[in-house]
């Protein structure tokens, strides 16, 4: 549905500035001549985010890089770090490191998106089964924007103000820095896990997510054939088992075999983080990477994003799992969402049209899941990003000439009907 209806949509100049000062020159320009702002970091969105819809200028802050802090020097212990927009997730996590702290969340993507993109365009990833989504109360310490004016000014974003810029595709304010907490690293370890059927997976994805003195960094159940689309997994699975892959500290290995004996899986292959035979680090076989993977198999599969709720998680997953087996097999992750255990998911399906997808939303929300749309590259239309008095009221002072993401707050009507989808989406 992207593919087709962003084809041709160009931005008319591409700005690549080198420094935050660069960035303001920029801007100041753009704003002066009333030409729209799309603002880019690596590119690794999956909604569109990146795309210019009504032309203009693309600047793309990839160069804006560097840690600027990451301890408060009046304590003896680190409780935060500040980087750049620009900057490597990844590379911000390995500095961290060689200190024995790490971030407590990062997307599967962390390898190549930047720490900026990650917050405009992000949601939860490889730590929200610990940690939560990036919308949680202190899992954003601060950010950094800069408005579009004449004179661009920063301003700095603390406490409940953050999620107003927080998922907002740039919307209302450049992101020029960002404040994250840290945690203690531990050692992890990767596990793959089969099991001779799902409902099994599903149990033991939900009992290990539950068991809170269980420190735990990826939890992700994927139905058969699931594992068959992955080569570097493949062989790893016996051929009709459903997997679950986990990342899980090396203290609490020994429950988590424990666990798996119970709930009738084997542990099929275990390694340090980033150490495993299959090439690449385990978490780039869950969240929105693995789609991409599964696509190497078939291109014209696809993903919904659901949301299931927590009050009765595994019954619910075992509903979606069995009742909507025609429209292909199960994957979600498992995630906090204020502080109650959920999962983020749906079938893999095999795009047929619009109107399939349609029915899949229609069949989901019967079940009681809460449907996001990652098919648009409208905020109302998606579902996940609350828009409301308070991202309003930051867009006019951040943005007084509305040039930031022109179309994906107030979208063009045949946009919205084109990628629009009968869901209802998240609430918090």
């Given at each position: 549905m992207l593919r087709e209806v962003l084809r041709g949509r160009n931005a008319e100049i591409f700005i690549a500035p080198r420094?935050?000062?660069?960035?303001?020159?920029?801007?100041?320009?753009?704003?002066?001549?009333?030409?729209?702002i799309t603002v880019r970091g690596a590119g690794s969105g999956q909604f569109g985010q990146g795309v210019p819809l009504s032309g203009g200028a693309v600047i793309d802050v990839a160069a804006i890089t560097g840690i600027v802090d990451w301890a408060d020097k009046s304590r003896a212990l680190p409780t935060s770090v500040r980087a750049r927009t620009g900057t490597i997730v990844s590379d911000i996590d390995a500095h961290l490191r060689r200190s024995g702290w790490e971030l407590r969340m990062h997307p599967s993507?962390?390898?190549?998106?930047?720490?900026?993109?990650?917050?405009?365009?992000?949601?939860?990833?490889?730590?929200?089964?610990?940690?939560?989504i990036l919308r949680d109360t202190g899992n954003i310490t601060a950010i950094e924007v800069m408005t579009v004016e004449e004179q661009p000014r920063l301003v700095e974003l603390r406490g409940a103000a953050v999620t107003a810029v927080q998922h907002a595709f740039g919307a209302n304010g450049i992101i020029t820095e960002v404040e994250l907490p840290v945690a203690p690293a531990w050692e992890w370890h990767e596990l793959v896990v089969s099991f001779?059927?799902?409902?099994?997976?599903?149990?033991?994805?939900?009992?290990?997510?539950?068991?809170?003195?269980?420190?735990?960094?990826?939890?992700?159940?994927?139905a058969h054939p699931l594992?068959?689309?992955?080569?570097?997994?493949?062989?790893?699975?016996p051929d009709g088992d459903s997997m679950v892959l986990a990342l899980v500290a090396v203290q609490s290995v020994p429950n988590v075999v424990d666990l798996i004996a119970a709930t009738g899986g084997t542990l099929r292959y275990r390694c340090r983080e980033g150490k495993g035979c299959y090439g690449s680090p385990l978490y780039e076989f869950t969240w929105g990477h693995s789609l991409s993977r599964y696509q190497r198999h078939n291109p014209e599969l696809v993903g919904l994003m659901g949301l299931f709720p927590p009050d009765r998680?595994?019954?619910?997953?075992?509903?979606?799992?069995r009742d909507c087996a025609d429209l292909g097999p199960l994957k979600v992750e498992l995630k906090r969402v204020g502080g109650r255990l959920s999962a983020q998911g749906s079938p893999i399906i095999d795009f047929v049209s619009k109107a399939h997808l349609e029915r899949a939303t229609e069949r989901l929300e019967a079940l009681g899941v809460s449907v996001a749309n990652p098919?648009?590259?409208?905020?109302?239309?998606?579902?996940m990003k609350p828009w409301g008095a308070n991202e309003a009221a930051l867009k006019r002072e951040m943005d007084p000439f509305a040039l930031l993401?022109?179309?994906?707050?107030?979208?063009?009507?045949?946009?919205?009907?084109a990628t629009g989808l009968p869901n209802r989406g998240w609430t918090y």
């Open positions: 420094t935050k000062d660069e960035l303001a020159v920029a801007v100041g320009a753009c704003a002066r001549a009333r030409v729209p993507s962390a390898q190549h998106a930047t720490i900026g993109g990650y917050i405009a365009g992000g949601h939860a990833g490889v730590g929200s089964c610990q940690w939560g001779p059927t799902f409902e099994q997976a599903l149990r033991f994805s939900v009992d290990l997510g539950n068991s809170d003195g269980l420190l735990t960094k990826v939890i992700s159940p994927q594992p068959r689309y992955l080569p570097e997994l493949a062989d790893l699975v998680l595994y019954q619910s997953l075992a509903a979606v799992h098919h648009t590259p409208l905020l109302g239309a998606g579902g993401a022109q179309g994906k707050v107030e979208p063009e009507s045949s946009l919205a009907l």
